[in-house]
């Protein structure tokens, strides 16, 4: 899984310092009055990632809402009109606290619930609704213990993973013609329709997490391709249950306004 996820960011990754990060960096570089393509253009077909997320300002993350919709920028100027491909796959991290030591445990950390909120809510809502999938990924105390162990042999190998996947997308194209990143809302109530106890569970997960419609629809394209990875037809409630796991900001700003 490593050498296919190295091989991924070595072809196609656009990495953008939050150092230098500025809404026309990102959007736009100027040659007098003429617009030209920025890091999201560059990025186009590829991965762009942001690293420390909360140290982007706020209004630069929500500029990339439109582009992540649409897949391309449209930049307005008093003699003209360009427009730009901007169809990427969005990459960040962040640590979950301004304190740097969290594993998980709101006891764990340095920084109390609303400083951890404060620092958290510099990323908006409409945003962090474009997400689809958030990971925790957890301290590992015992890496170093084992970092001389060989690898274990019984682990999938990266060629397995890209068979799975490429049988996925290609049950897709057969399906609906398109990938599921592509399905309209009016798509997936035939392409990812749930039984009726799912989705009163669905909505009721939406409802806990004040999460918005487009988090839901999100939500339905994961399931729908995580059914697509096992070879299901149908989206099953354990289908739904992993969709929701990628959830993992979502989860924890609930956890901190409901302290």
Do not use: W
Not at 33 to 40: A, K, L, N, V, Y
Not at 103 to 127: H, V
């Amino acid at each position: 899984m490593l050498d296919l996820l190295s091989s991924i960011l070595q072809k196609s990754l656009q990495r953008v310092r939050t150092t230098v990060v500025r809404l026309s960096f990102i959007l736009q570089s100027y040659s007098g009055s003429i617009p030209q393509p920025g890091e999201i253009t560059r990025a186009h077909h590829g991965i762009l990632f942001l690293d420390e997320l909360t140290e982007t300002p706020r209004h630069v993350l929500d500029s990339l809402r439109e582009p992540l919709e649409s897949g391309q920028v449209c930049i307005s100027r008093a003699r003209q009109q360009s427009v730009f491909p901007a169809r990427f796959q969005l990459v960040c991290a962040l640590n979950p606290s301004p304190c740097g030591s969290f594993d998980g445990d709101l006891r764990s950390s340095r920084a109390t619930p609303d400083q951890i909120l404060s620092y958290l809510n510099k990323i908006s809502g409409p945003f962090l609704d474009r997400i689809d999938l958030q990971v925790d990924v957890p301290r590992q105390p015992d890496a170093l213990k084992h970092a001389q162990r060989p690898p274990d042999q019984s682990e999938e190998s990266s060629a397995t993973l890209r068979s799975v996947v490429e049988q996925a997308q290609a049950r897709q194209y057969r399906r609906q013609d398109c990938l599921n990143h592509h399905l309209s809302p009016k798509q997936l109530q035939t392409v990812a329709a749930l039984s009726d106890d799912d989705h009163t569970f669905l909505v009721a997960a939406m409802e806990t997490l004040k999460l918005s419609h487009r988090a839901y629809h999100r939500t339905l394209r994961v399931a729908r391709t995580i059914a697509d990875l096992g070879a299901n037809d149908d989206i099953q409630r354990a289908h739904l249950l992993e969709a929701m796991s990628f959830r993992a900001l979502d989860v924890l700003l609930n956890q901190l306004r409901t302290l």
